[in-house]
T-cell receptor
Framework: ETGVTQSPTHLIKTRGQQVTLRCSSQ?????VSWYQQALGQGPQFIFQ???????GRGNFPPRFSGLQFPNYSSELNVNALELDDSALYLC????????????FGPGTRLTVL | GQQVMQIPQYQHVQEGEDFTTYCNSS?????IQWYKQRPGGHPVFLIQ?????EVKKQKRLTFQFGEAKKNSSLHITATQTTDVGTYFC??????????FGQGTRLTINP
């Protein structure tokens, strides 16, 4: 059984740039959620994808967008990067929606300069 | 919106001492989940509690879900250095998102 993988591990961008983060869900999981974790904080829900459709969204602006592909892998895109976007971005897969256990990937550490 | 609060924010103990973290929700939860995040790592699922008043044990860890399903606790007996990390509780908000507490960071003096 393959766990959740994310790429890249680390990324440095400058303000105003765009970034794409990638996630492969755990085998058999059809739901992917993205979280932003600032230093010293708990993960903050960005959005969830279930069978290629957005299934819920947190309090993040539209410049945070995503996709889920037929193989249930997913992308998180962030446009017009701001300094406050610097954080650990976590992808989590699950068998179903939010009542189910979230299996987290190792995360992508994004630094915006 | 729903808030999930955890106390304390930090806890430092001597190895062998007990540790407890508390989680309180502003709304009734259908379930509560607990995760552990080691330094530099990612959250790892520990347990899910569903029933009012439920108590579950995993070796030295005891998890409780309050009768009103608005609070929960995690108690670790006789801490070991492997228990170091940040412990998060999380509860579903409707069917659309999982809300995490800010976590309790546990450090241990060997």
């Amino acid at each position: 059984e393959t766990g959740v993988t994310q790429s890249p591990t680390h990324l440095i961008k400058t303000r105003g740039q765009q970034v794409t983060l990638r996630c492969s869900s755990q085998s058999g999981h059809n739901t992917v959620s993205w979280y932003q974790q600032a230093l010293g904080q708990g993960p903050q829900f960005i959005f969830q994808y279930y069978r290629e459709e957005e299934n819920g969204r947190g309090n993040f602006p539209p410049r945070f967008s995503g996709l889920q592909f037929p193989n249930y892998s997913s992308e998180l895109n962030v446009n017009a990067l701001e300094l406050d976007d610097s954080a650990l971005y976590l992808c989590a897969s699950s068998l179903g929606v939010f009542t189910d256990t979230q299996y987290f990937g190792p995360g992508t550490r994004l630094t915006v300069l | 919106g729903q808030q999930v609060m955890q106390i304390p924010q930090y806890q430092h103990v001597q190895e062998g001492e007990d540790f407890t973290t508390y989680c309180n929700s502003s709304t009734t939860l259908s379930n509560i989940q607990w995760y552990k995040q080691r330094p530099g790592g990612h959250p790892v699922f520990l347990i899910q509690l569903v029933k009012s008043g439920e108590v579950k044990k995993q070796k030295r860890l005891t998890f409780q879900f309050g009768e009103a399903k608005k609070n929960s606790s995690l108690h670790i007996t006789a801490t070991q250095t492997t228990d170091v990390g940040t412990y998060f509780c999380a509860g579903p908000w409707g069917a659309q998102k999982l809300v995490f507490g800010q976590g309790t960071r546990l450090t241990i003096n060997p």
